[in-house]
């Protein structure tokens, strides 16, 4: 199976903000669809923002006019841009995608998350 790379998280104060990103670890692998999911200690894990191979995008109702998804297919890199984060957004931020590499496709390849804490 083929692991993902997230980068990005820490602490930040309320109102702050991240950019997360996603990465696979081997090369010449390219993500299509993409999600990012969020854990909290006590908590289900929760999806938090989607991306299609086609681009359209979906948010959680916590999340929505604050984070926005993205991916870059020149770097095969995706992106979670978090804006005005408040403490309730503190979680393991983790990757998840369908990745393609020639002629073979990898379905739900996870990350190993990254942690995000928003207090002051």
């Known amino acids: 199976q083929v692991r993902l790379v997230e980068s990005g998280g820490g602490l930040v104060q309320p109102g702050g903000s991240l950019r997360l990103s996603c990465a696979p670890s081997?090369?010449?692998?390219?993500?299509?669809?993409m999600g990012w999911y969020r854990q909290a200690p006590g908590n289900e894990r929760e999806l938090v923002a989607s991306?299609?191979?086609?681009?359209?995008?979906h948010y959680a109702d916590s999340v929505k006019g604050r984070f926005t998804i993205s991916r870059d297919n020149a770097k095969n890199t995706g992106y979670l841009q978090m804006n005005s984060l408040k403490p309730e957004d503190t979680a393991v931020y983790y990757c998840?995608?369908?990745?393609?590499?020639?002629?073979?496709?990898?379905?739900?390849?996870w990350g190993q998350g990254t942690q995000v804490t928003v207090s002051s």
């Open positions: 998840n995608a369908d990745l393609t590499k020639g002629i073979v496709t990898y379905r739900n390849s």
């Open positions: 081997g090369s010449s692998f390219s993500i299509n669809a």
């Open positions: 991306i299609t191979s086609g681009g359209s995008t």
